[in-house]
Nanobody, 114 residues
Framework: QVRLVESGGGFLQAGGSLRLSCAASGSSFSLDAMGWYRRAPGKQLEPVATITTGGSATYVDSVKGRFTISRDNTKNTLYLQMNSLSPEDTAVYYC????????WGQGTQVTVSS
């Protein structure tokens, strides 16, 4: 079963940047599609970005042009580069592996102040 550990969250002001990382172990990372999800206060979990094994990425409309998902299969690590952050991006961010059963990390908090 895949194990996922996120890191890189923090507290910052609007307009800033963060890079989240997700280290994977226990599975063939390069064979799995991966994704980032987030849960904002009082809201449901939503997909933010996904990336296929071949590197094709999709994004939710609200982050297009600001966030970039990438993966390094040699390091078994998934990334989310987040630029031009706004308070609306405040959430707990989770890494997901599209394995069977699906794998989830413990989450990392991102807080953006205005």
């Amino acid at each position: 079963q895949v194990r996922l550990v996120e890191s890189g969250g923090g507290f910052l002001q609007a307009g800033g940047s963060l890079r989240l990382s997700c280290a994977a172990s226990g599975s063939s990372f390069s064979l799995d599609a991966m994704g980032w999800y987030r849960r904002a206060p009082g809201k449901q979990l939503e997909p933010v970005a996904t990336i296929t094994t071949g590197g094709s990425a999709t994004y939710v409309d609200s982050v297009k042009g600001r966030f970039t998902i990438s993966r390094d299969n040699t390091k078994n690590t998934l990334y989310l580069q987040m630029n031009s952050l706004s308070p609306e991006d405040t959430a707990v961010y989770y890494c997901r592996a599209f394995t069977s059963p699906p794998g989830w990390g413990q989450g990392t908090q991102v807080t953006v102040s205005s």
